[in-house]
């Protein structure tokens, strides 16, 4: 197995498709397939499913990602050992960001941290679900998450705290609400889409405080998958409470008002200190002096 097809079938990922992956490594498209069939050829294995012109993971291309990635870390560390300049910062910088938290500090951060060292390519990917925190960082998916805190088996890793976000309440297009901030009595007569008690301490804490206040609202939904909510609101299956930026993001569609009182949760950047890249360790260090705790606005 040649690095070159390493980071061919990284492109192909990354890029959702051949055509994709070309442009961004400046080659000719059946390059990328020659390459890519050669790799499954000395694997024994196929990476992707061919469907039509579109490529779709197989079990296995899934399995390779990780290893890959740290591959791609491993090859950059050796040149940074054999770079001139002993101050110059190079490499990649691989992060997952849960969605909601796509729009907060961290991308600040990646802008400042790529503008003092523009030798650092950032790769920012989404995490899926929060619960596989720890899983994405030891199977070498990305050196960096971006997750709501608590981290479930965070034995090994460490958290930088970077500020908190607020939950607002977002309701179905159409749906008659006050202006302003809305108290948990007044919350309108329709179901709620929730996430189910012991989901988390903020979903926890929204239970507690609407069973202390004596209200209580029809559940049409219960899920797991935090992030499903909002789809759910949209498609008028009740009310939910979501992220601040979220809700934000489709006032112009649903209908969204903060809460009263105020139910909020810490964020942070989870990784480990031992696997860090040389981009790594420089980009802890920076997000450290940095100093940011902002919340979300």
């Known amino acids: 197995m040649e690095f070159r097809q390493v980071e061919y079938f990284l492109a192909v990922v990354e890029n959702d498709g051949i055509n ?18 050669s790799l499954e050829r000395e694997l024994g294995v196929r990476l992707f499913h061919r469907i039509g012109r579109g490529m779709v993971l197989t079990a296995a291309g899934k399995a390779l990602i990780g290893p890959s990635r740290q591959i791609l870390r491993d090859v950059n560390a050796v040149e940074e050992l054999l770079t001139v300049s002993t101050t110059e910062v190079t490499g990649r910088l691989d992060l997952m960001v849960f969605p909601a938290l796509a729009t907060g500090p961290i991308v600040d951060l990646v802008s400042e941290f790529r503008r003092r060292h523009p030798k650092v390519t950032a790769r920012l990917g989404d995490l899926r679900t929060e619960e596989s925190t720890a899983s994405v960082i030891h199977d070498g998916h990305c050196e960096f998450v971006v997750t709501h805190l608590p981290v479930e088996d965070e034995v090994g ?7 908190q976000t607020e939950y607002w309440l977002a309701y179905p297009p159409g749906t008659d609400l006050p202006p302003g901030p809305l108290s948990l009595a007044e919350l309108p007569d329709i179901p709620m889409v929730f996430v189910p008690r012991g989901g988390g301490s903020v979903s926890d804490a929204i239970d507690y405080a609407m069973r202390r206040a004596e209200v ?12 499903a909510r909002l789809p759910m609101v949209l498609a008028g299956l009740g009310g939910s409470f979501v992220e601040r930026s979220l809700a934000e993001s489709v006032q ?3 209908v969204v008002r903060p809460c009263e009182p105020t139910f909020a949760q810490s964020y942070g950047m989870v990784f480990d200190p031992v696997s860090l890249s ?10 450290g002096a940095s100093g940011e705790t902002v919340p979300d606005e």
């Open 20 to 37: 994709g992956a070309a442009a961004e490594l400046g080659v000719a498209q059946p390059t990328v397939s020659q390459a890519l069939r």
């Open 216 to 227: 209580r609202r029809p559940i049409s939904v219960l899920t797991d998958h935090r992030e």
């Open 252 to 254: 112009d569609i649903a």
């Open 278 to 287: 040389r981009a790594g360790r420089a980009f802890v260090d920076f997000v």
């Open 157 to 163: 890793l460490e958290i930088i705290e970077l500020g």
